[in-house]
């Protein structure tokens, strides 16, 4: 059974200052049916080193926008960015209260 959750409309996240990173959503979320996980990944897919930005709440990767294109940028082209968003905080589903 799908679980009842609150979406942010993507056009609430268009055009934003320093945020030019593509959305990727995980929609296979197991026992989470029907949510989905939103998700930066920037940078080569087989880079050497991966660095790995987690948030707290109520903060999302909006927090790195700064820092991704640093990491990204590395002169050897051996880094990439993975950056998740936390379900609740901004991008990520809320999920819709009582839960049953």
């Known amino acids: 059974m799908p679980i009842a959750a609150q979406r942010t409309p993507e056009a609430r996240f268009a055009d934003l200052p320093g945020y030019p990173f593509a959305a990727n959503y995980l929609t296979d979320l197991g026992s989470f049916e029907g949510l989905r996980m939103h998700y930066l990944d920037e940078g080569p897919k087989n880079a050497a080193v991966t660095f790995l ?20 940028a590395d002169s050897t ?10 379900s609740g905080c901004m991008v990520a589903e809320r999920f819709t209260w009582p839960l049953v």
């Open 53 to 72: 930005c987690l948030h707290g709440t109520p903060s999302w990767s909006y927090l790195y926008r700064k820092m991704i294109p640093v990491f990204v």
């Open 77 to 86: 082209g051996r880094c990439n960015t993975f950056a998740e968003h936390l």
